[in-house]
């Protein structure tokens, strides 16, 4: 399955989490997560394509995957089973709702440069009837 083709929305997470590939424990960067699988990066190479790993995503989610592709440190781990996809919204990024305050939507009076002056409107200044190029 190509990068394109993937059958789980991936979720940013970015955060550190223990790894056992080899019998070896090294933590390793966990970028993204879906249920499938997830793409992290080891400190040095990443092990070689077909390797089996054991990513500790949380506590008491210890997931058993492995690798499908790999570029320097870092690799594409498939998971050997889903995990359920309330871990996933967990550990994903959630950007906090945008809102614009109050005050600025009351006080705001039209655009204004970077020097805090009103900026004409669009077209102003120019005579009546003139085409813009």
Do not use: N
């Amino acid at each position: 399955m190509g990068m394109d083709a993937r059958s789980w929305d991936r979720h940013i997470v970015e955060r550190r989490i223990a790894c056992r590939a080899s019998g070896q424990d090294a933590p390793v960067f966990l970028y993204d997560l879906s249920a499938g699988g997830c793409m992290v990066e080891f400190s040095g190479d990443a092990p070689e394509k077909g390797q089996r790993l054991e990513l500790d995503l949380c506590r008491d989610q210890v997931v058993p995957g492995e690798i499908v592709w790999q570029v320097a440190g870092c690799a594409g781990v498939r998971f050997l089973s889903p995990i359920h996809d309330a871990v996933v919204r967990h550990l994903g990024f959630q950007a906090p709702p945008y809102t614009l305050d109050k005050r600025f939507v009351q006080d705001w009076q039209g655009p204004r440069d970077r020097f805090g002056r009103h900026l004409p409107p669009l077209g102003a200044g120019e005579p009546r009837g003139a085409r813009r190029a």
